[in-house]
């Protein structure tokens, strides 16, 4: 008996789980101030999950494959997560990075849900294979996510992802042209604040 609540215990703390997302807990305040941004996903299933390396990126948000085959109501999706981060030929635990930071990370993976919420299943397999072998469709789907993410109030988030990046010495140039050339710059960012700000003064 003794054994069996242990194993109970041990499942129930590895990850927080809402209804919709299951969370580490390691990382469990940084996602949900992430998500308080978007109350559109409440209803979603998604999984935040650490996977030992990601190619050419630190995060990645995509739908499970066996819900593009349900509606779209119904779909799931999964960000993974690097464990590591590499800053000048050194790896640092991803979890070591600041909060704030994180934060902005996670914030752009959930824009990118957001996009992917708006596809049809067959839109989706397209846009995977576009984001394969499309340098421009790389660039649409990755300035689309942080459109998602200044329009739902997480500029300053995004921002400071962005200025840790790019303003760290350490960082190699390689990763830096990768975000300037594939991502929104501060100023478009600044911009998109701007104009957001303007409609809710029309309105």
Do not use: C
Not at 45 to 58: G, L, M, Y
Not at 68 to 73: G, I, M, N
Not at 104 to 125: A, K, P, Q, T
């Amino acid at each position: 008996m003794k054994k069996t609540l242990s194993i109970l215990t041990l499942l129930f703390t590895a990850a927080f789980m809402t209804a919709q997302q299951t969370i580490p807990n390691t990382i469990q305040t940084e996602v949900e101030t992430a998500l308080s941004h978007y109350p559109q996903l409440d209803s979603t299933d998604i999984e935040f999950r650490f996977k030992k390396n990601i190619k050419k990126s630190t995060m990645q948000a995509r739908p499970t494959f066996g819900s593009l085959f349900r509606s779209r109501k119904k779909r799931s999706y999964v960000v993974l997560i690097s464990e590591k981060f590499k800053v000048s030929d050194k790896e640092f635990k991803t979890t070591d990075i600041p909060s704030d930071i994180f934060i902005g990370w996670i914030g752009h993976e959930l824009g990118h849900i957001m996009d992917y919420r708006n596809r049809s299943n067959f839109d989706l397999v397209l846009f995977g294979i576009n984001y394969l072998f499309s340098n421009r469709h790389i660039v649409e789907a990755e300035r689309a996510a942080d459109s998602y993410a200044v329009e739902h109030g997480m500029e300053d988030y995004i921002l400071k992802t962005k200025h840790f990046i790019l303003n760290n010495a350490e960082i190699s140039t390689a990763y830096k042209e990768r975000i300037n050339k594939y991502y929104l710059s501060p100023e478009e960012i600044l911009e998109l604040v701007n104009q957001r700000e303007a409609t809710l003064l029309n309105d």
